[in-house]
């Protein structure tokens, strides 16, 4: 079965999803945004969401997880939970 292990950022609006983003693609840490901005309490910890199979995240998450470009920021993803980054660390199948 296809595992990964990922980090998110969640914020409420595409356009600071889309601020967040561009300030990672030009230098600032993914960790560190996600300490300061995200939603969900795995921000605590840099939004690391740890290892996870397919299916036990929504679909629109599993989708680009599991299709992703490794190490890479991607979104924003928007689910019913608001808009996320993703960075995919790492993935097997």
Do not use: W
Not at 23 to 35: C, H, R, V
Not at 62 to 84: A, I, M, R, S
Request: one cysteine or more.
């Amino acid at each position: 079965m296809a595992r990964a292990s990922a980090r998110h950022i969640l914020v409420d609006s595409e356009e600071l999803c889309n601020d967040l983003k561009q300030q990672i693609e030009n230098g600032a840490d993914f960790a560190e945004i996600a300490k300061q901005h995200s939603n969900c309490p795995s921000g605590r910890q840099g939004g690391d969401l740890g290892e996870f199979g397919r299916g036990q995240m929504v679909p629109e998450f599993d989708e680009v997880v599991f299709t992703g470009e490794l190490n890479k920021c991607l979104g924003p993803v928007k689910t019913q939970f608001g808009y996320h980054l993703l960075e995919i660390t790492d993935r097997s199948e």
